[in-house]
């Protein structure tokens, strides 16, 4: 750089103690306008990765048409009841639900005589992984849960789903449309669930519910306990549980704080811990949790370290002792995902009642029914009417338009799909199921079954008829192959 000499600097210096208004206008007619400094380039980070859907969804909807059902009577998922009722669907949506609506030239359904609904939603299934048929290599050597160690929130059920389970095929001839796989209730924390439709496919990709929410399942009291207990490993209590469990969450905030501090401040990624990547995403409110869980007590302990660790519990699946504090729901919003009359098929269920599911509902809890096995998966509409029943014995006599909430909209709620399935109504998802007579009927059965406005069931027509490779078999009298 040219260095000034003294005189250079002396001149200006001068004019601007002798005549500072002249030095002033000739610095202004110098100045150039100020150009800002360009901003660093933002430093590459890895997002925060605990949520990453690593193999998106690929479903896509069967083949549709736009439809008017006439004549039927509706129960829409919300509570009401409308007799003689119309239900229009446009493009694999709910356009409306009334009477004598017009539909232009789109294919007419007369149910006259018959009832419709929302498609049923199962929150608590192992299909796909506690297989039909059930071999005895599956049972020994089983999908629905990783059982080497306590703590699996590594592990996501959706990469052991069997798509060609034939259960899904029995499932969507009993109306169900969605449902959630969970991984089993060995492990302390089972890892991620999945939410599925029940359409013929031969990948999980295919059947992924586009954009759900991701669920993850954990489980107390005696299955964990009683495990790992006899293998004379850690835990072998439910204080040992519980402590298992404060320990791995307290390394998940920890975890959790250092991945929002590299991403706020740069640096070093912290290492990957896909455990930990589970349990930061529940914290941060990303995952709804699963729990499976018995007794009164257990469900308390649960909601405590709930509170201790603030992240929420979703919903509490079997919750045989429900009834005995319905608080615990009512103060939480946590579900209560219930059977209609198991019970005592094990300690914890001992003070199983059939009239769990009224009382709850009575006292204001959302509950919902599940099949926890391919079986019940066919029937969640009689499950609902055995549980009604069971209230209405006993003085709690809900109608028709409020029970098929416990397999509709309420099992969306925990799914996080309430604003898009388990109800008619303009703008939802067309899954809908059209019965033969009242869905609480053991004579009622599933005539059609829509998913997103296309047939994906129908009891009178081939066409409309899935089988899974399981259930082509071959034909009487064949014999084998030489």
């Given amino acids: 750089m040219k260095r000034l000499g003294l005189a250079a600097w ?12 002249g030095f002033a206008a000739v610095h202004k007619a110098k100045a150039r306008p100020v150009v800002a400094a360009a901003k660093p380039a933002p430093i590459a980070r890895t997002p925060l990765p605990f949520i990453a859907d690593r193999t998106p969804s690929t479903y896509q909807p069967l083949p ?35 009477s004598h609506l017009e539909g232009g030239s789109v294919r007419v359904i007369d149910a006259g005589g018959r009832w419709v609904t929302p498609g049923i939603v199962d929150p608590h ?32 059920i959706e990469h052991a789903v069997n798509a060609q389970d034939a259960s899904f095929i029995y499932a969507l001839q009993g109306g169900v449309t969605t449902l959630q796989v969970l991984p ?44 790992f207990g006899a293998l004379n490993q850690r835990p072998g209590s439910r204080q040992a549980e519980m402590a298992n469990l404060r320990d791995i969450f307290t390394q998940a905030v920890a975890y959790r704080d250092a991945w929002q501090t590299y ?34 007590d257990d469900m308390a302990e649960f909601q405590n370290l709930a509170t201790e660790f603030h992240f929420k519990i979703t919903a509490f699946h079997h919750a045989v002792e429900g009834y005995k504090n319905p608080a615990l729901f009512t103060k939480t919003g946590t579900c209560a995902v219930v059977w209609s009359d198991w019970w005592g ?13 009224a009382l709850l509902d009575a006292a204001g809890a959302c509950i919902t029914l599940h099949s926890d096995g391919p079986v019940l998966g066919q029937r969640l509409n009689i499950e609902a009417a055995k549980a009604a029943g069971a209230g209405r014995h006993m003085g709690l006599a809900e109608p028709p338009e409020h029970v098929i909430t416990w397999i509709t909209s309420n099992p969306a709620k925990v799914l996080g799909l309430e604003d898009r399935i388990g109800t008619l109504a303009p703008g939802y998802d067309a899954d809908i199921v059209i019965w033969s007579g009242d869905p609480f009927s053991i004579y009622s059965h599933a005539d059609q079954v829509l998913i ?19 259930q082509l078999g071959r034909p009487a009298g064949q014999g084998v192959p030489q």
């Fill in 10 to 21: 002396i001149v200006p210096i001068v004019l601007a103690v002798a005549c500072p208004a």
């Fill in 125 to 156: 299934s192992h299909d796909g992984t506690y297989s039909m048929p059930l071999t005895s290599i599956d049972n020994d050597a089983s999908d629905v849960s990783e059982t080497s160690a306590p703590i699996q929130a590594d592990s996501w």
């Fill in 452 to 470: 997103d406005g296309a047939m994906a069931y129908d009891r009178f027509d081939p066409a409309h008829q899935p089988l899974s490779d399981f």
């Fill in 184 to 227: 089993g209730s060995t492990p302390q924390i089972g890892g991620r669930a999945i939410t599925l439709h029940t359409i013929p496919a031969t990948s999980v990709d295919a059947m992924k519910f586009p954009d759900a929410p991701q669920g993850m399942k954990m489980a107390c009291g005696e299955n964990p306990k009683s495990h």
């Fill in 263 to 296: 991403e706020k401040n740069g640096g070093t990624a912290p290492a990957r811990n896909l455990n930990l990547d589970t349990l930061a995403a529940l914290l941060d409110g990303d995952l709804r949790l699963n729990i499976h869980c018995y007794r009164a």
């Fill in 64 to 98: 549709r048409q736009d439809l008017l059902i006439r004549d039927a009577t509706v129960l829409d998922g919300a509570g009401h009841r409308f007799d003689h009722a119309d239900v229009l669907t446009r493009d694999g949506k709910i356009v409306a639900v009334g």
């Fill in 345 to 357: 098929f094990k300690m914890e269920a001992n003070d199983g009642i059939r009239e769990n599911a």
